[in-house]
């Protein structure tokens, strides 16, 4: 299933990659930016799941080492947590950079695109901090002044049902927070 999932993101890329060319004039993610990456829940579904695992397996030992630790003290912190939500630093960043970047989930591949899910703009957070769309964003109103939004419902569990899906006989399984797949 992980080659025809490799199949798939390839795929998904491409289109990802005309969607940024087509937002570039809103978008200032570049390399070293990890504000995304600092404090999320990270959704992943059990296909991401695995498939990050068997990038996990092919690191070096030192890396293994350190997610191996953060992962342990984020489970932690989630133990003694009290709010209903738990946000954290993903476990992969290492020195301000994915060490699983070939293998990220798709919440990770798509962070950053303004897209339409049930009918409403879906904007990144990062749109709060100066950053994504920014620009055209109204953080008074809520309003933002883009006339072409993605098209495409990004979350897995729709892109994996849509026409460029279709063939591959994907599931993604359940989808929770990345950090739930670890406990």
């Known amino acids: 299933m992980l080659k025809r999932y490799e199949k798939f993101l390839k795929d998904l890329d491409k289109r ?94 798509t962070f950053g695109l303004a897209y339409v899910s049930n009918g409403k703009v879906v904007l990144p957070e990062c749109v709060n901090s100066g950053l994504n769309y920014s620009s055209i964003y109204s953080n008074f109103s809520g309003e933002i002044l883009l006339d072409n939004p993605v098209m495409e419902d990004l979350h897995i569990d729709k892109l994996l049902k849509n026409k460029f899906a279709e063939n591959l006989e994907l599931e993604c399984g359940e989808i929770r927070p990345l950090i739930e797949w670890f406990s």
């Open 16 to 109: 990802l990659n005309s969607y940024y060319e087509l937002h570039k004039g809103y978008l200032y993610c570049k390399k070293g930016c990890t504000e995304c990456c600092e404090i999320g829940e990270y959704p992943f579904s059990r296909l991401e799941a695995e498939y990050i695992m068997s990038g996990f397996i092919k690191l070096n030992p030192e890396k293994q080492v350190i997610i191996k630790e953060n992962i342990k003290n984020l489970l932690e912190q989630k133990k003694n947590n009290t709010d209903s939500r738990f946000t954290y630093r993903c476990p992969f960043l290492i020195d301000k950079e994915c060490s699983l970047y070939k293998y990220r989930g798709l919440v990770c591949r």
